[in-house]
């Protein structure tokens, strides 16, 4: 089996972008791109934009738009053609919570929405955004280390399966793909 991901410091590198992700996130996402399509992916957190880029890919081929909010300078030079040719929209050196009114009019927008929460604070984004989602509208917090917390997928523990729960419960959410998800190191719900 292939690690999923590396031990040394160096980032994992799917399609050759550099990202903090497992290497089982790029194709878990592309999986559920292509049995729940979303008309647009709102990323909180981009870091360099590799993840953002590769998502993008998928996003491109079914049309759906992708926006990224960052706090530092985003994306990386390497990744700024591509992300403008895909179309992404990268909105960096922002605070997230004061762009929250936008976020929140970005997702209620037509067709499915997706919020990927993997900025500085991930329980509270997926709490927050959660609020605004609405039926099929997906969210879902990276760097979850599995209802256990051992990491045996992912050894970052920055959300965790209480934080999901109380989303679930104060939001009429479901799982969505959890199994898929806890290989690649997110936890992921649906609104009902």
């Avoid at 991901?5 to 791109?33: E, H, I, K």
């Avoid at 399966?161 to 679930?168: F, I, L, S, Y």
Wanted: proline fraction near 6%; glycine fraction near 10%; charged fraction near 15%.
């Amino acid at each position: 089996m292939l690690p999923l991901f590396n031990t040394d410091g160096n980032s994992t590198c799917p399609l050759g972008f550099p990202m903090c992700q497992n290497r089982m996130a790029v194709p878990t996402w592309s999986y559920a791109m292509e049995v729940h399509p979303p008309a647009r992916i709102v990323e909180l957190g981009t870091y360099n934009g590799g993840f953002t880029i590769a998502i993008g890919v998928h996003a491109y081929q079914i049309g759906a738009k992708v926006v990224s909010y960052e706090r530092s300078v985003a994306p990386d030079q390497r990744f700024a053609a591509l992300g403008k040719f895909l179309g992404i929209s990268f909105r960096h050196s922002i605070d997230i919570w004061a762009c929250e009114p936008e976020i929140a009019n970005l997702v209620a927008g037509p067709g499915i929405s997706y919020v990927l929460c993997d900025g500085g604070n991930k329980a509270r984004e997926l709490m927050t955004f959660a609020a605004y989602l609405k039926p099929g509208d997906v969210i879902a917090a990276h760097d979850y280390a599995g209802q256990d917390g051992m990491g045996t997928w992912w050894p970052w523990g920055e959300v965790t399966t209480a934080d999901g729960q109380a989303a679930a419960a104060a939001h009429g959410l479901e799982p969505f793909m959890q199994d898929h998800f806890d290989v690649a190191g997110w936890l992921a719900y649906k609104k009902r």
